[in-house]
């Protein structure tokens, strides 16, 4: 413990030296006329940092020397006990005296010398540097919360008293409950602030008197709880109370029922308040309802989707607010420091927006205080350390300037003086020695802040001087228009024109909202700039007019590409390369939301992250219905990343094939678990029962693509012979497990309202389409030693465990390492390999170099030829066995399989068929015909190549094809 005169670390530049002397002379006095307080005396009388203290605090703030003045014994209590010790034993001193208060007035004098104490001991250790500003803020938080919490508690047990609450004494309130919001809200309460609060009951909960009728009972309860609180008296008050922030305040009633409150928010609510109840915080009565009750307005607050419409409402609400208050420029004398341009409201929706912005997706942005928030945007990138750094500088300058103002006469003020002498006071209990040092530092903070608040909000991008100023419904053949046009590149500009035109009146549901059009508006001459910028601009905006019909409404879109000119080209770039793509889009515009991320352009998320993310969003379903939904959610926005990345060029194709498939593992193994819960809830646990699933093929290998479908097998084990199930409708554990699989099938690939997952295809499993859809271990183990055929042999070279207990994999993995390691009749497998090549061909044989599966020398020779030599060769060399076709001939060469020569055809051409692949899976979802394709993805493919341009890539492709079958032919023999 430190005594507080001992922690003094600043002082206040002293206003009038001579007022403050004869209140120091005064006080010194009446402190030594009481023995009890002579060393409080003897400090104000010999230690130089305590008269430096209370003399600029008390010269300079009259509210603090009427304080002081009015109870010198409080004076030395402040100076002489450790400071924090002393807010948390005055918080004591307040329980006991309200649970002893029998009536009003005496719970109402027991919270106002409470809230004296406070205002004392948090003023001088404001302006001591005693506690820093954010611990000042929290003070005066904990204060309020206190006597908010206190008053309550006194109502209910007045209430209980007088027969209108019946039942047991709880210990708490039930049913009733008050929620902080705003700097309250937060811990972040000022000096002088009122306390925004709002209150809400649940009638059933609160165990009224029959005769009781809530609406009437609560209501009154809450207007005596004001009056605890704001009345004045002879002893003051505690704090002014605004309730104005419940639901639609001008016609609701000051308590409202919770049903009337989610109705409210889920049919009514405003962006404004979406905001508001970032801070929303339950401090008093029934803390676990009103916790539940913000639980449910969550989906409220934190939308799923990146809102850009609701921050444009937001911006428009903060430039009436500057509007109204004349505030358009940054002064001193006169400002606003709250609302003002470059305030502490600007630092709040700086924060708030962004919060609004991803708090939906990123549930560690839902903070209520705006440091902690600025910090946490900072760590999760979405905003430069720097940029957090200045401004939680400013946010502490000014609230320190705000606790000062409101010291000097306990108002709630947030404007500056205009008089030169009252600005000088203002000044020096901000530290300051004179007005035009405070002006120049506040300048200063001030500036700041403006300069991230515009860029964040007031600062957009000019138009591209190329784009022509197409915003109303034009004639085709306007020459103006027309030349602009051309010279963005477009070869149909009567086309694109009648386009805009289509767009601009409405012809399409996304733009028949008056709101939707000027939203288009706003972007429309920057994306046809973006449009000019891709190979082929004609195409590009023939394929977003496509999105644009199917899109059911396009607010979100347009604000979304309003708000992020750099997602313009992205856009621009997905229209002229990727068909497909663009299709997808155009069903779901939210999945640009995602690229938002500031992470996007990092790394692919990890298993581990990619875990954590899925099961977070099937955490939040209330039903096993709306788990699906969310799966495929976050499967197709992870999924839609992946493909921009690889369009963008910030991954290679089997860093994607790798991603795509991490992402297909961790959405069955969380979605298994899943449906083995839903299945215990309805037919109980198998004894000893367990159940994995094995990836076969693409996802095996980790080579998926954006259209790959999941090959799968489903193994089970279980205790005894029949394995039933113990619960109200036990199955046989064959039963058990078929159905596991069953809803597993349908819980991957079933369309919801969300739309499917993937294709699965149980073919790959003992006995293929003739066998039972799930396998148990024992006839799994049989059947791969004794019964299978060589092609299926080849395909667990593929097989990986993605879910399931580990005992129940080790068994799995050890049976498949026995198969693929035993000695084998290389000839006899060759021939086998070639009878089934051969019947492909057969079937499916194409001379199109661009059908890049079935073409001789394609993916099917390669990944046949790498098999073979791997079920050859395990034996002797068990270190060949790898699941990917790449890493599998690295090793092959490493083993001495295959020689250098031969390892320099294999492996770049499996590369290079992977990487074409995957764009081509990506971009298209029919058949590649290089002469109706867009320049654009021509130019990718290239890309992903290394090669300078298509013609060289289709070059070298037709000579990749020509060797490997030749290498085919060579080994397979």
């Known amino acids: 413990m430190t005594a507080f005169f001992k922690r003094i670390a600043e ?6 030296a001579a007022r403050g002397a004869d209140i120091l002379d005064t006080l010194t006095k009446a402190l030594g006329a009481d023995e009890s307080l002579a060393p409080a005396a003897a400090l104000l009388r010999d230690d130089p940092k305590v008269r430096d203290l209370l003399t600029g605090a008390l010269s300079g703030a009259a509210y603090l020397a009427a304080l002081a003045q009015r109870d010198p014994g409080l004076l030395a209590d402040c100076l002489l006990r450790d400071p924090d010790l002393h807010l948390e034993e005055a918080g004591a001193e307040l329980s006991a005296a309200a649970e002893a208060a029998k ?8 919270l106002r010398r409470y809230k004296r104490r406070i205002a004392l001991l948090v003023g001088l250790a404001d302006l001591g540097g005693v506690w820093p500003t954010e611990e000042t803020l929290r003070a005066m938080s904990i204060a309020a919360d206190k006597a908010v919490d206190h008053a309550v508690k006194f109502l209910f047990r007045r209430a209980r008293t007088a027969g209108q609450i019946v039942g047991p004494s709880p210990a708490a309130p039930r049913g009733y409950f008050v929620i902080a919001m705003g700097k309250l809200g937060g811990h972040e309460l000022n000096y002088s602030s009122d ?45 002014r109370t605004d309730l ?22 889920e049919s009514f609510g405003q962006n404004w308040e979406r905001a508001a109840l970032i801070k929303a915080r339950v401090i008093a009565g029934d803390i676990e309802a009103g916790e539940e009750f913000l639980r449910q307005l969550a989906p409220f607050i934190w939308r799923k989707y990146l809102d850009f419409a609701a921050i444009a409402d937001i911006h428009a609400m903060k430039r009436r607010v500057h509007a109204h208050k004349g505030h358009g420029t940054i002064a001193v004398a ?19 927006t962004q919060q609004l912005i991803a708090g939906g997706r990123h549930p560690e942005l839902r903070l209520c205080g705006t440091i902690e928030t600025l910090n946490e945007l900072a760590r999760g990138g979405w905003i430069e350390p720097k940029t957090a750094e200045d401004l939680t500088e400013a946010y502490l300058f000014l609230r320190r300037v705000e606790n000062r103002l409101q010291m000097i006469g306990d108002q709630q003020t947030h404007v500056l003086p205009d008089e030169p002498e009252e600005l000088r006071r203002a000044a020096a209990l901000s530290g300051f020695a004179d007005a035009d040092a405070f002006a120049e530092a506040l300048l200063g903070e001030l500036a700041t802040v403006e300069t991230h608040y515009g860029a964040l909000f007031e600062k957009l991008p000019p138009l591209p001087e190329t784009a022509p100023s197409i915003v109303l419904p034009s004639d085709e053949g306007d020459p103006a228009a027309l030349a602009a046009l051309e010279k963005l590149g477009f070869r149909n500009p ?10 601009q009146s409405g012809r399409y549901p996304a733009t028949r909202s008056e709101r939707a059009r000027e939203r288009l508006s706003e972007f429309l001459p920057s994306l046809l700039d973006a449009f000019g910028r891709t190979a082929e601009p004609d195409l590009a905006l023939a394929t977003f007019d496509k999105v644009m019909a199917e899109m059911p409404a396009g607010v979100q879109l347009f604000s979304l590409l309003a708000a992020n000119p750099s997602l313009l080209r992205l856009v621009a770039d997905i229209m002229g390369t990727a068909p497909r793509l663009a299709a997808f889009l155009g069903r779901r515009p939210r999945l640009l939301d995602a690229v938002l991320d500031p992470g996007f352009f990092g790394a692919v998320p990890t298993p581990a992250k990619l875990k954590e993310l899925v099961i977070w969003a099937l955490e939040q379903a209330y039903d096993y219905q709306d788990a699906l939904d969310r799966s495929r959610i976050v499967g197709r926005e992870q999924g839609f990343l992946i493909g921009v990345r690889v369009i963008s060029g910030t991954i290679t194709a089997p860093q994607a094939g790798a991603a795509y498939a991490t992402l297909a593992e961790t959405l069955i193994s969380t979605l298994a678990a899943r449906v083995e819960a839903e299945l215990e809830h309805q037919h109980g646990r198998v004894p000893g029962g367990q159940a994995a699933v094995i990836a076969m093929g693409k996802l095996g290998g980790r080579e998926m693509t954006a259209a790959s479908d999941l090959d799968l097998i489903t193994v089970y084990d279980f205790e005894g012979k029949s394995g039933q199930s113990q619960g109200p409708k036990g199955l046989p554990g064959s039963q058990y497990y078929t159905r596991f ?22 073919r790959l499993r003992p006995s293929g389409s003739q066998g039972p859809v799930a396998t148990k271990l024992a006839s799994f183990i049989d059947y791969q030693q004794n019964s299978a055929w060589t092609w299926e042999h080849l395909a667990l070279t593929r097989a990986g465990v993605v879910s399931g207990p580990p005992e129940l994999r080790q068994a799995i993995e050890r049976t498949i390492a026995e198969v693929l390691r035993r000695k084998r009749d290389r000839a006899k497998v060759a021939a086998d390999v070639r009878v089934m090549r051969d019947k492909i061909e057969e079937e499916k044989g194409t001379r199109d170099i661009w059908d890049l599966k079935h073409v001789r020398g394609g993916l099917i020779d390669i990944e046949f030829l790498t098999q073979f030599l791997q079920v050859v060769s395990a034996h002797k060399h068990p270190e060949v066995l790898d699941k990917n076709i790449v890493g599998a001939l690295h090793k092959l060469l490493q083993a001495g399989v295959i020689t250098l020569a031969q390892a320099e055809v294999l ?18 979802d029919k058949p590649f015909v290089p002469d109706e394709a867009p320049r654009a993805l021509k130019d990718l493919l290239a890309r992903a190549s290394d090669m300078p341009d298509f013609a060289t890539l289709e070059g070298m492709l037709k000579d990749t094809l020509g060797a490997v079958h030749e290498l085919y032919n060579e080994i397979v023999a």
Do not use: N
Request: hydrophobic share 45%; with cysteine; aromatic share 10%.
């Open 244 to 265: 104005r922030l419940r639901p639609d305040p001008g016609a609701t009633q000051v308590a409202l029922s919770t049903d009337a409150g989610l109705t409210y928010y």
């Open 195 to 239: 306390i925004d609060i709002i209150v809400f009951y649940d009638a059933d909960q609160a165990g009224l008197a029959p005769d009781i009728e809530p609406s009437d009972f609560f209501v009154r309860l809450t207007r005596e709880l004001v009056r605890l609180l704001q009345e004045h008296t002879g002893d003051g008050y505690v704090f």
């Open 103 to 110: 009536s009003p007035k005496e719970i109402m004098a027991a």
């Open 494 to 503: 009567q086309q694109a024109i009648a386009a805009v035109r289509a767009w």
């Open 907 to 924: 492996v770049p051409a499996a590369t290079l068929y992977q990487g074409l692949t995957q764009c081509l899976r990506l971009c298209l």
């Open 741 to 762: 699989t069953q809803r597993l099938i349908a819980a991957l690939s079933a369309q919801t309202a969300e739309g499917s997952l993937y294709q699965v295809d149980m």
């Open 334 to 352: 006169g400002h606003d420091i709250k609302l003002g341009r470059g305030g502490i409201r600007d630092i709040e929706f700086f924060a708030q």
């Open 11 to 16: 002082r206040p530049a002293i206003y009038d």
